[in-house]
């Protein structure tokens, strides 16, 4: 297919590079525009926490990694066509806003889902074996302490999954194999019948955090998750059950998960996304020698960031050839005369 473009410039933000303007990732997924003479890739110089409507200016595609897309960031829009988060996290994008701008925007679905749900299992195996206090244990010569942490397997133990998306449908698949009961999920979008053929049951919320001895978040932060799970619900679990948190800061509410820890209501947990980010100085969760912390990286990989790239990249090949990019945020642009009439000027004739 010929390009619908005689040119398509591509920006990414400048998070994605070094003071001195290299690449802070090795793969990027670039080499999707290998042999595509008319698309063009441009970093901007300036890092900010919001991006600017003078950082898009000529840009017909943004590549998004950190900074938040709000409306005055689209302000000044004439040419831009997409907006494409790296990742599959929206909560820095005002979705309403590229809309009303005339702007696609999109995800990196299914990018992720391997690599989060490797790094999830990865804190349940560390938190069940102990692993940060036997470690502790070696650094500081207290070597005959070790009968004190006493570890406990996977079998017959029940996973719960809040969000039965394609982070949560992996990691059930993935843990199949550790002997564990059938897997609990809640999910408001997913019906019976969907989970049932992956392997999940699915049951309302407080009755996965009564059952679960992993309660796992997978679900996207918006209005309806914000503060989930708060002291109510970290209430219901059992003092033998664990929480972890690799989806958006807000979900948990802090106050409620440290008091929960420090009262030793529940076994643990490994937290990766937090309410304030960045962590600048020692956070208080760290004072529990049963918390795992990272610092909304903990799934981050080579193959991850390659896969986010092929997609994200795919997904701005896809609008430089007239054609609607899989993740999409926001379908009903596509439906607007305006945005129609925005891609049509922008296109070769």
Partial sequence: MQPSFRRFRVAFTGDFYTADGSPRFRDLGLAVFEGRDHIETARIDEHRPVLGPDQVAGAQGVVVLAPRVTAQSLSESQDLLAIGRFGVGFDNVDVAGCTHADVAAFIAAGAVDRSVAEATITWVLALTHHVRSKDALVRSGLWNERTRHMGSELRDRTLGIIGLGGI??????????????????FDPFVDTDAAREVGVQRVELDELLQTADFVSLHCPLNEQTQNLIGARELGLMKPTAYLLNTARGGIVNEDALYEALKNKRIAGAAIDCFVDEPITRPHRFGEFDNVLLAPHSIAWTEELFRDIGRTVCQGMLDMSQGKRPHGILNPEVFERESFQKKWARLRCD
Avoid at 170 to 185: H, V, Y
């Fill in 168 to 185: 949560g449908r992996c990691l059930a698949g993935l843990l199949r194999g550790f002997g564990m009961k059938q897997p609990l999920a």
